[in-house]
């Protein structure tokens, strides 16, 4: 499964002790394809430095698992705010399955549906539809 990871799970991702972060590499011993485009991991490397948290570091560890593609759909996702355009227009321009973001403020409205031909939705989600055992 392609899975396109927002600049917001980049950044909590990169945190120190995150269990997000051994989701992902969970992700990737599974044969998921983690991928992202620049504007996600440059907001997300903003937000660290802006936050000051010292992780670019492990940010820049992450982004190793990561293949970057930075091909956007042409179309313009009605209800979306500019500033997520990039986003969602990229998962859908590098044919991902799946955008994981846990902004639901901004994303909610998209996830648990399926009319854009991408999944949306937070980690859980992400587990639940891969039905991952729960702990």
């Known amino acids: 499964m ?6 917001n799970i980049l950044f909590s ?3 120190d002790g995150s269990i997000l972060r051994v989701f992902l590499d969970f992700l990737v ?5 983690l991928i992202t485009n620049q504007h996600a991991a440059e907001e997300a490397g903003r937000n660290l430095l802006a936050k000051a948290f010292s992780t670019e570091k492990a940010l820049a560890l ?8 930075n091909k956007l759909s042409a179309d313009i996702i009605s209800g979306l705010d500019e500033k997520d355009q990039p986003i969602l227009r990229g998962a859908l321009g590098c044919q991902c399955d799946y955008l994981l973001t846990s902004d639901i ?3 909610g409205k998209f996830m648990n549906r399926n009319n854009l031909g991408i999944k ?4 859980e989600h992400l587990a639940n539809y891969l039905k991952l055992p729960k702990r």
């Not at 011993?29 to 394809?33: F, L």
């Not at 949306?120 to 980690?123: E, K, N």
């Open 105 to 107: 403020k901004d994303f």
């Open 13 to 15: 991702a990169s945190r």
């Open 29 to 33: 011993s599974k044969k998921h394809h």
């Open 2 to 7: 392609k899975i396109f990871l927002d600049a």
């Open 62 to 69: 992450l982004l190793k698992n990561v293949t970057f593609c």
């Open 120 to 123: 949306i939705g937070t980690p």
